[in-house]
């Protein structure tokens, strides 16, 4: 069983910066992701990242503003997110595979472990 927690979120304006972070208990070898979901609006894939930190993904709405990291020792991953938008606004939620599913991917029904969420609020 894996458990995640995220930390990091606020209220920040648009055009700012912020870090979101996720820790893992548990043992894992997976690859993690970050998804949000907006007011109204359906969860979505953000980001993505493999077991190894080699590979990642995002979705275009975010890519080149955002960045995801890990580091392996800790068993933590971080969202670095810059040049917010009132859009970006939503609750984020970190997300494992489960078992030993190195390979970072961008479909929600892929990831097996979620945290409880955290608000980022963009203000205009």
């Known amino acids: 069983q894996v458990q995640l927690v995220e930390s990091g979120g606020g209220l920040v304006q648009a055009g700012g910066s912020l870090r979101l972070s996720c820790a893992a208990s548990?043992?894992?070898?997976?690859?993690m992701g970050w998804f949000r979901q907006a007011p109204g609006k359906e969860r979505e894939f953000v980001a993505a990242i493999s077991w190894s930190g080699a590979n990642t993904k995002y979705a275009d709405s975010v890519k080149g503003r955002f960045t995801i990291s890990r580091d392996s020792v800790k068993n933590t991953v971080f969202l670095q997110m810059h040049s917010l938008k009132p859009e970006d606004t939503a609750v984020y939620y970190c997300?494992?595979?489960?078992?030993?599913?190195?390979?970072?991917?961008?479909?929600?029904?892929?990831?097996?472990?979620w945290g409880q969420g955290i608000q980022l609020i963009v203000s205009s």
């Open positions: 997300a494992s595979r489960g078992g030993a599913r190195p390979m970072a991917t961008m479909m929600r029904a892929d990831y097996d472990y």
């Open positions: 548990g043992r894992t070898s997976s690859a």
